[in-house]
């Protein structure tokens, strides 16, 4: 037991925890409100679409007709907001196909978080393979890998992913291609920068010096150094290409019915809004609230990772 | 300052060239046979035949090349599949539309997020503060087209006041805009270039109103465009107002900041005059980039509010796989965004005159 003489003065406890960039960036992260609430976003929304067989009350797919007294593209229905007692309730209401819309609002979380995973994993392996080459190689492999990304860049994104699902045929599969495509220059110019900071560093001569091969010193010397840039950006960019996935299917290029995805929802029901706005509300929010979870993150590790900006906020 | 113009249209040069390769490329990716993808699946191979000789598809893909980009530099788009019209044509009757939405969408941004943004950077923490950066976290996470049918809802529910707007298409049934050129009497020969200049611009329905003094035209058409606009400036508007706060928080801890508040310079000359000059290039930089979001967003908000923009159209082209459109469209708005861009950076010479020196 430390007793505690009020006349002896104490030195402060020295810290002893790491301070390694990713320990300090760690304890950043949970000082930062936006991220905090971004994670626990994300985590709810990962729970739903790991647990959503169980949360939901009916299938996906499940058609009403003759089992429930609904009708075609119902209002939500609450018990405890005054809903009648002998209506089935379905706190999202019913689609045109006379679906529980809630049940499937919750199954496109997995599309959702499926595609924006996947599409930006793909772009950030390519991206980063890309980066590394221009920035490590250097010369005309640099300037022609960079030139032909910039040529992508020149589109709007959403516009060259609408072209290429257009040529190669619609469906999620290749919406999710068309997005990795228009998303990788983005993570192969933060690539290429970090290697271009390093690649003159003192540890990464003295790699060279001590016989490393191209690929160790790239892969175990230059590439961690633009694993944190390429977090902050994936985050961010996982919920840009959820947002584009949802515009693919909205305008009938990406997931197809009966597919419970969030766009395909919304873009079959758009003509009901006057009549039925609930089938369009809440596809929306769901977007929305997913996109919010990405960009929150994303935006709190980047001020817990870069410092300049850090001071600035 | 002309040397500086001169080298960056040099270098947008070889992007235009890559962005023909691109949509030439994406157009030869097309799965099966390029004629029936474009015609259809029952063209006869008589028509086929036919089809393959007039468009040089027995060539090789150079030369195709070759053919397609000095085609489109004769502003020859090819014709449209179902329509059987020059696309050239068709983009000078939806083009206007969508600049007009896409320019008074940018407009809206501008001119709310730029002065959120100061007020947010400069009440830093404030109610005043948070409430917008909230307001801009759920902006730029909203997907457009939802936003452009949630306001057409609500002001659906308006209808029978003096807010409701009308939530689609370009005039209102029976409202005509008269082309300046017929108004002022000036005569051209369809299938001109001078034809097609004026009915370009005669097609900006804002612009043209303005001209020729119809004031009914220019309130019913202003009155059709602001739902759409509302709901395409929403994202860029909040990106913009973030950008200009953390670009305003960044110059306001300079020490020129403090050196000004010191001399007792008047609070609003040094935000305006000494902070948000020095803070302004990001935010042009951001708003030159936006660009790229209201075209593609126009292309889901046309949809939504029935106006028949370039938007639109490529929507309609794309279901019915129409690819001469998709393909020319494509490389117009591209070719749009990159000179739009050129014009960002050109204007960098204006913000920080440290640049010409370069």
């Known amino acids: 037991m430390k007793v505690k003489l009020p006349w002896v003065k104490t030195t402060p406890e020295k810290d002893y925890r790491s301070n390694s960039l990713w320990r300090l960036t760690q304890r950043r992260i949970f000082r930062q409100k936006s991220a905090v609430i971004g994670m626990t976003l994300l985590g709810l929304l990962i729970f739903i679409a790991i647990f959503a067989p169980l949360l939901a009350p009916y299938g996906p797919y499940e058609v009403l007709i003759g089992k429930e007294n609904v009708e075609k593209r119902d209002p939500p229905c609450i018990h405890i907001l005054g809903c009648p007692a002998d209506k089935p309730q379905h706190i999202m209401g019913i689609d045109g196909n006379v679906r529980d819309v809630f049940s499937r609002i919750l199954y496109g979380s997995r599309i959702s978080l499926v595609v924006g995973f996947v599409a930006v994993g793909f772009a950030i392996l390519i991206g980063t393979f890309l980066g590394a080459v221009a920035g490590y190689v250097g010369g005309s492999t640099d300037n022609v890998i960079m030139r032909i990304l910039d040529v992508l860049l020149a589109f709007p994104s959403l516009l060259l992913a609408i072209t290429i699902v257009a040529v190669l045929g619609k469906g999620i599969q290749n919406a999710l291609l068309a997005i990795a495509i228009v998303s990788i220059p983005a993570y192969a110019r933060v690539v290429r920068a970090s290697v271009l900071s390093v690649r003159e560093t003192s540890y990464v001569l003295a790699s060279k010096a001590l016989g490393g091969s191209h690929w160790h010193i790239l892969f175990n010397r230059i590439l961690p150094n633009s694993t944190p840039p390429l977090i902050v950006r994936g985050t961010l960019g996982i919920g840009v290409a959820i947002l584009d996935a949802a515009a693919l299917s909205f305008i009938g290029l990406g997931a197809q019915p009966p597919l419970a995805e969030w766009g395909t929802m919304l873009g079959q029901e758009r003509n009901q809004i006057f009549t039925a706005p609930h089938l369009v509300l809440f596809p929306g929010i769901a977007i929305m609230i997913t996109v919010l979870a990405f960009n929150l993150l994303g935006d709190g590790l980047r001020d817990a990772i870069d410092p300049r900006l850090r001071s600035a906020e | ?358």
């Open chain 2, 1 to 358: 300052m002309s040397k500086y113009v001169i080298r960056r249209l040099l270098l947008a040069i070889p992007v235009l060239l890559g962005i023909l390769i691109v949509t030439f490329s994406l157009s030869r990716m097309i799965p099966g046979d390029p004629c029936r993808a474009m015609l259809g699946e029952k063209a006869t191979a008589e028509v086929c035949a036919k089809f393959t000789t007039q468009f040089g598809l027995d060539k090789p893909i150079p030369v195709q090349f070759g053919i397609y980009m000095a085609n489109i530099l004769k502003g020859d788009f090819g014709n449209s599949i179902r329509y059987s019209r020059p696309v050239a044509l068709i983009m000078i009757e939806r083009l206007p539309t969508t600049i007009e939405l896409g320019f008074l969408a940018m407009l809206i941004s501008i001119i709310v997020g730029v002065p959120m943004g100061i007020i947010s950077a400069v009440r830093r923490n404030s109610p005043t503060d948070v409430g917008t950066m909230i307001f801009a976290n759920i902006g730029v996470s909203m997907p457009v087209y939802w936003l452009g049918l949630m306001l057409a809802y609500a002001f659906y529910l308006l209808k029978g006041t003096p807010f409701w707007l009308p939530p689609s298409g370009r005039l209102t049934a029976g409202v005509v805009s008269v082309p300046f050129y017929e108004v002022w009497g000036i005569v051209a020969d369809p299938n001109t270039a001078k034809y097609y200049f004026l009915e370009f611009f005669s097609n900006l329905y804002i612009f043209n109103s303005i001209i020729t003094g119809d004031w009914k035209v220019l309130g019913d058409s202003v009155k059709h465009l602001i739902l759409p606009a509302l709901a395409l400036a929403t994202i860029p508007l909040a990106i913009i107002a973030r950008m200009t706060r953390s670009s305003m928080l960044e110059v306001m801890k300079q020490d020129y900041i403090r050196t000004a508040k010191a001399k007792g310079l008047q609070s609003n000359l040094v935000i305006f005059k000494h902070a948000f000059r020095n803070a302004l290039l990001p935010i042009v930089t951001i708003v030159g980039l936006e660009f790229g979001i209201i075209f593609a967003g126009a292309l889901l908000t046309e949809t939504i509010f029935g106006l028949s923009g370039v938007g639109r159209m490529l929507y309609d082209a794309i279901t019915a796989r129409d690819f001469p459109i998709i393909q020319g469209f494509t490389v117009v708005i591209a070719a749009g965004y990159v000179f739009l861009n050129l014009m960002v950076d050109v204007s960098y010479i204006f913000i920080d005159p440290r640049i010409k020196l370069e």
